[in-house]
């Protein structure tokens, strides 16, 4: 490798503290790099292009080497492992005018080699703390790895299930949302960007790609800016305020401009009202999408939107690169547009660190230490287990105690390719425990046998005999259905929330055998499983579980582990009821079954399959109490909420206490529940425990009629309880 030192690389390590977080020092420096710089080379770090690692392994296109050697390029995504982009730093650093370092971008989005749950999965857990450090090793294990970046976390609140992105973020609630962003934040990005064991976090999808109409992805979005700001934005202003270093811009447009070239998010709101300072990057080549959009004609009107919009960095689509160059000597845009994107991107190498040195990141040695090591393992079926909810269970068929002869049967029991689920960084399937391992490892062998049953979604039911034979001989029937990981994340969208293929009939025929039938189902999506729920004689959502998924499942079935999840999404009855969420807002012609001429449908009741918040656990908890003190405050004073939960069962269990505020007079219509607080308690049997939350005014203010934030004067009904339509309450006033 030739060993030289760039004359501005030189100039920087003769300085002191680059890697300390101070901002004046930083602009100078970059304010000196770009005088040095030509247009060229500036354009050059506004763009971002791919390896072709996911086609064929560790290569780059040739043209794209002349690109880094030309300084045309400052930044890489899909190029990973410590060697690969430790070679194509030397391109860029030792082989170019100015040695500016390059950024190594990926999608590590629930893990790199050790998988954790996919984020829906990791949701249902509702532990920040393990969300917090499962982002964590996930960004040690790819920063080992040479990365420096990762397009996470996904923040885009959900309502449709039909939208497969739906496993990528943290469900449907804005406050949860919020805590959840703030905790994956911290764990990318740690105490100090320079510390080469963090990475730049990347907040995604700016904005409401969530609301695509009709679930379908890619799709327009039309909200009033009182939906946006108050169920959408909130979850990228909460990971901004933890620290979030860069945000990606959504594919979907906003009320008629795409959010690429939106400047009322990009500048008005991202910069100016919330004073975000790191850089923005498109989604994959979305800025000449905006021609598809139809407001644009070609691909230099597109960039100049773009650009004028606030877009720092060009992911693939090269737009920038092309064009942004004439579109200055022409007078279109104003060079300082481009500096100040420059200025943006450099600030983010230093605070890594790479100006100081380039390869800290460089280190092939670490990758073994880290990688599926044991303690990441045990971290991963840690939280595996925290993200199983269990929806039903009949007869307390769960946990399963000695038994001597399982069925295991179903499509999704022994794919270890589907525990990874979608955007599954660098995760390998061999690395991954089915149900049917985990199974085997807890109960012996012998006792488990595997019928596969049928397919994911082919229509073959010739192996729906041998499973039905075989559970006669059984004990008790453990059927792993659902759907397969291609079928949730990008591109994934369903019209249907069924379970695929011929899952249905093969537990029918078994559940007609008379055996205890316990369904685990594998989605990234709420599914409408109607029958699962009324006949099932246990359910258990395990949403896509990752490496030690199998292990987990495994624990939880057999009462090692006594399951804790709770859903954080609501599950529909029928896909007619999409979207449906907890929290809409009231009617002025509520529900009432008596009355022909109100809010509801025809053929199915208006509550969900399962609501927002709802799971089991293996004791019985009890509320008793329930209490607000003062029940008339003012804006100075907390009021203290508290309620008695006692475990009933003969099991210990660990229950999610959820406190819910209505507002019942506001000046704009207000949600009939909204999520302001959890806690979880572990009781054993017979054990209680006093449950207190502290609520302050601030914690009831929204975005008012006259378009200020903050609470209005006049009564709340305050609900704790297991899940979302807890109907205990409290009322108390708050006033002026």
Known sequence: MRRFIPILLALWLGLPGLVVAQAGLWDRQVDSILSLMTLTEKIGQMNLLTSDWVQTGPSLRPSYLADIQAGRVGAIFNAHTADYTCELQRLAVEETRLGIPLLFGFDVVHGYKTIFPMPIGEAASWDLAAIEGAARISTREAAAAGLHWTFAPMVDIARDPRWGRMAEGAGEDTWYGNEVARARVRGIQGQDLAD???????????????????????????????????????????????????????????????????????????????????????????IPEMIQHGIVGDTAAAAALALDAGVDMDMQASAYYYHLARLVAEGKIDEGQIDAAVRRILRAKYA????????????????????????????????????????????????????????????????????????????????????????????GAEKVRFVPGCGIEDGDDQGIAAAVRAARRAEVIVAAVGESAAMSGEAASRSELDLPGVQLELLQALKATGKPLVVVVFSGRALALPWLAEQADALVMAWFPGTEGGHALAEVLSGDYGPSGRLP???????????????????????????????????????????????????????????????????????TVSVTVTNRGPQAGTETVQLYVRDLVGSLTR??????????????????????????????????????????????????????????????????
């Open 196 to 286: 080469p064991q963090t990475l730049l976090a990347c907040v995604k999808h700016y904005a409401a790609y969530g609301a695509a109409q009709a679930g379908r992805d890619y799709h327009t979005t039309d909200l009033s800016e009182q939906t946006l700001r108050e169920v959408y934005l909130p979850p990228f202003q909460a990971a901004i305020e933890a620290g979030a270093a860069t945000i990606m811009t959504a594919f979907n447009d906003l009320n008629g401009i795409p959010a690429t070239g939106n400047r009322f998010l990009l500048d008005q709101i991202l910069r100016q009202e919330w004073g975000f300072d790191g850089f923005v990057v498109t989604d994959y080549s979305s």
């Open 352 to 443: 890594l660190g790479l100006f100081d040195d380039p390869y800290r990141y460089c280190q092939p040695n670490q990758e073994a230490a880290v990688w599926l090591s044991d303690a990441h393992r045990a971290a991963a079926r840690d939280i595996a287990r925290k993200s199983l909810v269990l929806l039903r269970n009949q007869g307390a068929t769960l946990p399963l105690r000695s038994p001597d002869r399982i069925l295991l049967t179903g499509p999704l029991a022994d794919s270890q390719r589907d525990m990874l689920g979608s955007w599954s960084g660098a995760g390998e399937a061999e690395s991954c425990v089915t149900l049917k391992t985990g199974l085997e490892t807890r109960f």
């Open 569 to 639: 999404v609501t599950v529909p009855r029928s896909v007619g009821q999409v979207p449906i969420f907890y929290n809409p807002k009231a009617t002025g012609r509520p529900m009432d079954p008596q009355q022909k001429y109100t809010s509801k449908y025809l053929d199915v009741p208006n509550t969900p399959l399962f609501p927002f918040g709802y799971g089991l656990t293996y004791g019985e908890m009890v509320y008793e109490g329930l209490q607000a003190e003062p029940s008339v405050f003012d804006p100075s004073q907390t009021v």
């Open 671 to 736: 949600p009939v529940r909204e999520l302001k607080g959890f806690q979880q308690v572990t009781l054993a049997p017979g054990e209680s425990r006093v449950v207190t939350f502290a609520l302050r005014a601030e914690d009831l203010a929204f975005l008012r009629r006259d378009g200020t934030y903050g609470a209005e004067p006049g009564h709340f009904d305050l609900f704790i309880g297991p899940h979302a339509e807890s109907a205990e309450h409290v009322r108390v006033k708050l006033v002026p």
